[in-house]
């Protein structure tokens, strides 16, 4: 007599799961969502860079590129100190993996970067 009342309820628990799995799979998906800088390069050369900031570009690399594409930040027309600001608004993110050191890091070298770059020091 119990073995139905058992059949039952697996039937219902998968059930559940496969409903609840659909809607999952049926999400979007934040990283899907593209913006125009994302179809520019995705690579800054840095070789004619200071030593330290060649390391920042690939501590920028690492975790930016966790979340979305280096295009997005290298074709970005931010300046300077906006950086700090756009970076501080990426750390708040869910698996950012961004502290507030290594966030300080990415905004030295993106400072650095579009400071070089509007010169017409690289690229």
Known sequence: MRQP????TVLI???????LTMGVLR??????????ADNGSNFIDVSNYPSEMQERYKLFARKCSRCHT????????FLGEAWRKYVY????????????KVA?????????????RKKGNNQ
């Open 13 to 19: 628990v998968v059930g559940l799961m496969v409903i």
């Open 104 to 116: 300080d890091e990415i905004i030295e070298f993106l400072i650095y970067d579009s400071q070089a």
């Open 70 to 77: 280096l295009a997005r930040p290298v074709n970005s027309v």
């Open 27 to 36: 999400m979007p998906k934040a990283a899907l969502k593209t913006f125009p």
């Open 89 to 100: 608004k990426m750390m708040k993110k869910p698996g950012a993996g961004l502290t507030p």
């Open 5 to 8: 009342v058992v059949w039952i």
